[in-house]
């Protein structure tokens, strides 16, 4: 979650090994070269994985990386 600021993550696993829940409120998210950002938005990406991410970003940007 990031309310205001920014946020950079690398992660060592891969952009399919999760699903993805996806709010923007004001911000900018991108999640391995896939951007997201507009007034209210929201999404859910599903790869048929075990695990989701829950990713909020109310005023400010977050970069999720993958190596």
């Known amino acids: 979650?990031?309310?205001?600021g920014n946020l950079e993550l690398l992660l060592q696993?891969?952009?399919e090994a999760h699903n993805y829940?996806?709010?923007?409120a004001m911000g900018?998210?991108?999640?391995h070269e896939k951007s997201f950002g507009a007034v209210a938005y929201s999404d859910y990406i599903q790869?048929?994985?075990d695990?989701?991410?829950?990713?909020?970003?109310?005023?400010?940007n977050?970069?999720?990386l993958f190596e």
């Not at 979650?1 to 205001?4: L, T, Y």
């Not at 900018?28 to 999640?31: A, R």
């Open 21 to 24: 829940n996806v709010d923007c």
């Open 51 to 60: 695990s989701t991410y829950t990713l909020e970003c109310g005023m400010g």
């Open 28 to 31: 900018n998210l991108t999640i």
């Open 1 to 4: 979650e990031c309310g205001m």
């Open 13 to 15: 696993d891969s952009y």
């Open 47 to 49: 790869h048929g994985a």
């Open 62 to 64: 977050m970069n999720i």
